[in-house]
């Protein structure tokens, strides 16, 4: 099928339309056991009267939900009145430091920014959702998260003390413990990476630390039973430099392909730490699951060959409609025990991102699907979703032309014996309608079961969980 570039800019275009909830027009069936709530974050406002953000990260959050009842869907959006938006609203530029965008500030106040307990940190949550005790709670890459209402979305504030300086919006549940596991970066003279554990926003204890020197940009981590994994890709940033540089957040992260990725091993049982197995170097967003299997840790990812992607996913790149670096779905085995050089295995050629497993059920254990969005070469979200099988790289394919698709959410069916007994929601932009739809495939063939029509388009944004109870 030839690559289709039509209508893709309409994701980057601003959403200002906030509904109320709305239920939606329904085409095909949705299945009658699908409750509960799709709840979705990510920028829908980049262009601001004192100028454009910079990067796609950089525009401001706006959440969406999508409730499901008895066969019917309702909508509702509203952005995310943090202080960041409601600076940027009072004075129509950015007033916090974001990804790629940094506002003018006095050189007093750059110093003051990154050390100084988060009162100058962005809380713009346009990253992730998450719940922690009763808390739903919008993420960003600072340790602000932002708790907000899931049934009215109101914003009802930052909550808890920043547990680092910065922190990866893809914190993992841990059922069998009540807990959520973050992961984050302290700053200083003597930096370090933080793992810590949390039942609610004030109980939170840190479970491994690992000293470093020039800390690596982190997106995610990957969670196992008895340990984490954390690595650190050779895009490094010195601590002082990243707090006096006079630019945006993310620039002041330099390459250092010859220091290889580094591994690191927390013991969540005896809170010990170990490492580093190192490989060849890579850049990556997004880890898929984690496992022990005799005696390994296996870690499987989504590498890139370095961090060009950062400036890929570059607003004006995007809107112009360049293509984005492909990762490959990637598997590491750490023998624990006996840290060293280690390379990676491929486990398919089809190339994915935003990847998303039945988490409830399989994650930090043996699992054989992925979904993702596929990554070819013409414009992000253009390429469709596809379902993987990590043990044979056997790939499926959902895709439609003019119709780009978002993060397929995997929700398993109440009484799943497969793993792949279930749902995927994903947001297309179907740009020849100048809206959005939530798509629902069967997980096991991903066939198309419903399509619900949301009254306007929904910016392109990254990730959302569907709460049984929201
Ligand atoms: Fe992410």
Redesign the pocket.
């Known amino acids: 099928m030839a690559v289709t570039t039509v209508g893709a800019e309409l994701g980057f275009q601003d959403l200002d339309a906030e509904l109320e909830p709305t239920e939606l027009d329904v085409e095909g069936a949705l299945p009658p056991w699908l409750g509960g709530s799709l709840l979705r974050t990510g920028p829908a406002r980049w262009d601001l009267p004192a100028g454009s953000v910079r990067h796609w990260f950089d525009g401001l959050a706006m959440l969406h939900r999508f409730a499901f009842a008895d066969g019917r869907v309702t909508y509702a959006n509203r952005f995310l009145r943090s202080r960041a938006f409601e600076a940027a609203e009072r004075d129509g530029r950015l007033a916090y430091r974001e990804f790629a965008t940094d506002p003018c500030r006095s050189a007093f106040k750059r110093i003051s920014t990154l050390f100084d307990g988060g009162s100058q940190l962005t809380d713009n949550g346009a990253?992730?959702v998450t719940r922690l005790g009763d808390q739903y709670l919008a993420l960003t890459e600072t340790p602000l998260p932002v708790a907000f209402d899931p049934g009215t979305l109101r914003t009802l504030g930052v909550r808890g003390e920043p547990p680092a300086d910065i922190s990866t919006?893809?914190p993992h549940h841990d059922p069998a413990r009540g807990e959520l596991v973050g992961h984050g970066v302290r700053l200083g003279a003597r930096s370090s990476y933080v793992l810590y554990a949390q039942r609610d926003v004030a109980d939170r204890r840190v479970v491994g630390r690992i000293p470093v020197r020039r800390p690596a940009y982190q997106?995610?981590f990957g969670l196992a039973p008895r340990h984490a994994v954390i690595f650190e890709g050779p895009f490094v940033v010195n601590p002082l430099a990243l707090a006096l540089a006079d630019r945006p957040f993310i620039e002041s992260f330099r390459r250092r392909p010859e220091q290889g990725t580094r591994f690191w091993v927390v013991d969540r049982e005896r809170g010990g730490t170990a490492g580093p197995w190192t490989s060849e170097p890579f850049f990556c967003?997004?880890t898929v699951n984690t496992y022990e299997d005799d005696g390994d840790l296996v870690v499987d990812l989504l590498a890139y060959e370095d961090a060009s992607v950062v400036q890929s996913l570059g607003l004006g790149r995007l809107r112009a409609g360049e293509p984005v670096p492909a990762p490959e779905l990637r598997r590491y085995r750490l023998p624990l025990g006996a840290p060293g050089p280690i390379r990676g295995e491929t486990l398919s050629e089809t190339r994915l991102e935003l990847p998303r497993i039945d988490y409830r059920h399989r994650n930090g254990r043996p699992y054989r699907i992925t979904y993702g969005i596929a990554v070819d070469d013409g414009p992000l979200f253009g390429g469709g979703i596809v379902k993987v099988d990590v043990e044979t790289g056997q790939t499926e394919r959902w895709r439609e032309p003019v119709t780009y698709a978002g993060e397929p959410v995997f929700v398993p069916q109440p009484d799943a014996d497969r793993e792949d007994d279930g749902v995927l929601l994903s947001v297309v932009l179907e740009p020849e309608r100048g809206t959005s739809s939530l798509l629902v495939l069967d997980a096991g063939d991903l066939s198309e079961l419903a399509r619900a029509r949301v009254p306007h388009h929904v910016p392109f944004g990254?990730?959302g969980q569907h709460f049984g109870g929201a």
């Open positions: 990253v992730n919006a893809h997106h995610s967003f997004h990254f990730h």
